[in-house]
């Protein structure tokens, strides 16, 4: 992918980076022109809408279909505004283009199949769409090859406009985000493909709305060129993806609270290194909660088998043998046993719980 274009739209400010908003679904043609009348008032220039959905499990809301496409074409005509739906099939392909859908996105389900990327590709071909623009999410689960696979196969049917979407990678269990960010991924995409545009998905990513500005500000500060946001007039009362959802008006104020730095941040800026302290914090939080899981289930074998929970034996070597591996790691021996004999008590009160059933 040598020959890559520049994605740029009449109308649009080259320099600064590229902001696509809009609901996660389009619902009714009153909450597409109402979300995307909002949105032009504070200036957002393309509009997003997710027509067809895939879903994980049958019978959920699996868009409105073609029908929606007639409500993205209002969105033009009304607003002057440019229109991004995502698409997964060449029936998907073929009637967005026939509509005038001005940027086609692909989503993380379809990006991880070969077959469905391919039959995609061929459309696109098939339909003389060099001129489209195509923005590819990566895969679910965290596969940098598949993700470029995926793209190159858009690039082989003859179109130069491609991005790349990042919307963070699935994970088992819960954690603070929705999708785990693994930035490390898309920078090494940007270090191999650097004339790639990279849109970042922080809605996706975060899975709740409070995330939204934190993870725009990372994308911008690591350089990414834009960012992808999910707003409905009535985030709530959405019928897909409700929690992620911000308003028009919320959306503006966060967009208007992002710094854009001038020139290239280096890893000894301070702003990113506290960023990243931001993110090991998570990280450990994250490890901290999967530990307190495998204590409850101690805890419960214990009950079952009538053992006492503090162990003594058991104890004592934990915290000798980790405060001796944290002081080989720079530690002080100090701060290794405070930090370990918080995380007994906290596992100690987590098998009580379990012990007197008041674990859910």
Same mark, same amino acid.
């Given at each position: ?23 996660? !679904? ?9 979300? $995307? ?88 071909? +098939?339909?003389?769409?060099? @001129? ?24 082989? $049917? ?36 650097? $004339? ?6 922080? !809605? ?5 709305? +409070? ?6 500000? %990372? ?10 946001? @999910?707003?409905?007039? !009535? ?39 506290? %960023?990243?302290?931001? &993110? ?10 999967? &530990? ?69």
């Amino acid at each position: 992918m040598k020959d890559l274009q520049p994605i740029t739209l009449p109308g649009i400010d080259a320099t600064k980076p590229l902001v696509i908003a809009g609901p996660c !679904s389009a619902e009714s043609r009153e909450q597409v022109l109402c979300t $995307a009348k909002e949105l032009a008032a504070n200036g957002i220039k393309i509009f997003r809408a997710g027509i067809w959905k895939p879903r994980t499990k049958p019978g959920g809301f699996e868009g409105v279909g073609a029908p929606g496409l007639e409500w993205l074409k209002e969105v033009k005509e009304t607003t002057g505004m440019y229109t991004a739906t995502e698409v997964a099939t060449r029936q998907h392909v073929k009637e967005a283009l026939a509509a005038g859908v001005d940027i086609l996105w692909i989503g993380a389900r379809t990006s991880a199949n070969p077959f469905a990327m391919q039959e995609i590709a061929d459309t696109l071909a +098939e339909e003389n769409a060099s @001129e489209a623009i195509v923005l590819v999410k990566n895969p679910v689960n965290p596969d940098l090859e598949l993700w470029i696979g995926a793209m190159q196969r858009i690039y082989n $049917a003859g179109v130069r406009r491609i991005g790349a979407i990042h919307r963070g990678f699935s994970t088992y269990g819960k954690h603070l985000y929705r999708n785990m960010p693994q930035w490390h991924i898309p920078i090494e995409l940007r270090l191999r493909f650097p $004339a790639l545009p990279i849109i970042v998905d922080p !809605s996706h990513i975060g899975g709740k709305r +409070e995330l939204i500005a934190p993870l725009s500000q %990372q994308a911008l500060d690591m350089g990414f060129n834009g960012l992808i946001i @999910e707003s409905h007039c !009535s985030p709530d009362e959405a019928w897909s993806d409700a929690a992620q959802q911000v308003t028009p008006e919320i959306l503006n104020f966060i967009l208007n609270t992002l710094v854009v730095r001038d020139s290239h941040q280096t890893t000894e800026n301070l702003t990113l290194l506290r %960023q990243q302290i931001d &993110r090991i914090d998570n990280e450990l939080l994250e490890v901290l909660a999967k &530990r307190m899981r495998v204590s409850r289930e101690i805890g419960q074998f214990k009950k079952e088998h009538r053992m006492s929970v503090v162990q003594a034996d058991r104890y004592n070597d934990v915290i000798r043998t980790r405060a001796k591996l944290g002081e080989e790691m720079g530690m002080s021996p100090e701060f290794m046993k405070t930090v370990l004999l918080a995380i007994h008590d906290e596992s100690v009160r987590q098998q009580i719980e379990v012990l007197n059933d008041r674990v859910k």
